[in-house]
Nanobody
Framework: QVQLVESGGGLVQAGGSLRLSCAAS????????MAWYRQAPGKQRELVAS???????NYADSVKGRFTISGDHANRTWYLQMNSLKPEDTAVYYC??????????????WGQGTQVTVSS
């Protein structure tokens, strides 16, 4: 059984910063991609940032220059540092990962989500 557990969401004023963390645990053989998605009320879930098992990163245009994704593969944890937050960043943030279990099953896992609210 694989689990992703997020932490670090909360309420912040516009211009402020938050750091989200996601820890993977369970029967894990390898992690291919670590990513963050978000879903605002009434909108579709969207990719915010991703990092692969190397150091290659990808960002949504709306967060480039403000958000930074990083990964600690040894500890199976990844982070999203969010700076210069805007009210439009308000959403539930989900961590996501393509994980191969020790039994060699590959699956895309999701965390439970953490609320980020940015007040104007």
């Amino acid at each position: 059984q694989v689990q992703l557990v997020e932490s670090g969401g909360g309420l912040v004023q516009a211009g402020g910063s938050l750091r989200l963390s996601c820890a993977a645990s369970g029967s894990i053989f390898s992690i291919k991609v670590m990513a963050w998605y978000r879903q605002a009320p009434g909108k579709q879930r969207e990719l915010v940032a991703s990092i692969n098992s190397g150091t290659s990163t990808n960002y949504a245009d709306s967060v480039k220059g403000r958000f930074t994704i990083s990964g600690d593969h040894a500890n199976r944890t990844w982070y999203l540092q969010m700076n210069s937050l805007k009210p439009e960043d308000t959403a539930v943030y989900y961590c996501n990962s393509d994980i191969t279990s020790r039994e060699r099953y590959s699956f895309r896992y999701w965390g439970q989500g953490t609320q980020v609210t940015v007040s104007s």
